[in-house]
């Protein structure tokens, strides 16, 4: 990124004097890089340009008729192995919207996303930083479960991703969490791996929505020792939306 455009993005972000807070206080902090969200077309995530053209799909669309658009949808396969469709869940004014990769087993069941084991923490990653899951919006790139919870394959991004855009046009949230690195690729257009993505400001789509990408609360049930890392993704993002 130019160095002229890196000094609007902090303008307006009010970002020239970044300092990271610590439980102690104000420590010094590197200052905050502002990243480009959408560097590398990727093979295994949407390019962002695609996604910005197919941003237009469902333009105009109010809730109640992408939620019915959603729920009819026969736009990739997965339609036939889903038992319901997930649209997302939470407060439609809310200043923060939590991206997940796709709907697991309890989600395909109960047509809510992160309703499992991996949604309980993630509840508590959000009262950690003051929020209840009633504050938040949260969503998944994906609106149907892939059998035996694979990844997302690129048709499937490709086609549900204009579903979420258009939620995000509707909602205009002031952070974006994405967590785990499938949400965070398929939302940025990169291969880069998460820790490569993590502790940045990324902008999302036309709407340039500030993003934070942290770890998905699932590999953070296989991996505690992570959550050290996660705990400061989270912190990161307080800040970042409290610059807003
Ligand atoms: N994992 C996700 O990424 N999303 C869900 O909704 C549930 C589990």
């Known amino acids: 990124m130019n160095s002229q ?22 420590a010094d902090a590197p200052s905050l890089e502002i990243a480009s969200g959408a560097t590398s077309a990727a093979p295994a995530a949407v390019p962002a340009p695609a996604r910005d053209v197919s941003a237009m799909r469902e333009a105009g669309v109010d809730w109640d008729e992408l939620r019915a658009r959603v729920a009819a949808c026969t736009r990739c396969s997965l339609s036939a192995t889903r038992t319901q469709t997930v649209f997302g ?23 809510e996303p992160f309703v499992g084991r991996a949604g309980q923490l993630l509840n ?35 086609e549900c991703l204009p579903y979420l855009e258009r939620q995000i046009a509707l909602l205009k949230p002031k952070i974006m969490l994405a967590v785990g690195r499938i949400a ?8 880069k791996t998460l820790g490569a993505l993590r502790q940045q400001v990324h902008r ?13 609360p699932a590999y953070l049930l296989r991996t505690p020792t992570e959550k050290r ?5 989270l912190k990161f993002a307080r800040d970042v939306i409290s610059r807003v």
Request: glycine share 10%; charged share 25%.
């Open 5 to 26: 455009l890196r000094r609007e993005y902090l303008d307006a972000l009010g970002l020239k004097t970044w300092t990271l807070r610590t439980a102690h206080g104000t």
């Open 89 to 111: 869940v939470g407060n439609p004014h809310a200043d923060w919207l939590i991206v997940g990769e796709a709907p697991g087993a309890e989600e395909d069941r109960r047509g």
């Open 124 to 158: 508590s990653m959000l009262h950690a930083i003051g929020l209840a899951r009633e504050q938040v919006y949260i969503a998944n790139v994906l609106k149907c479960r892939p059998p035996g919870n694979r990844d997302p394959n690129l048709t499937e991004a490709a």
């Open 229 to 233: 890392k996660a705990w400061e993704d």
């Open 184 to 191: 965070a690729q398929n939302l940025l257009g990169t291969e």
């Open 204 to 216: 999302f789509g036309l709407s340039q929505v500030p993003l934070v990408v942290t770890y998905h």
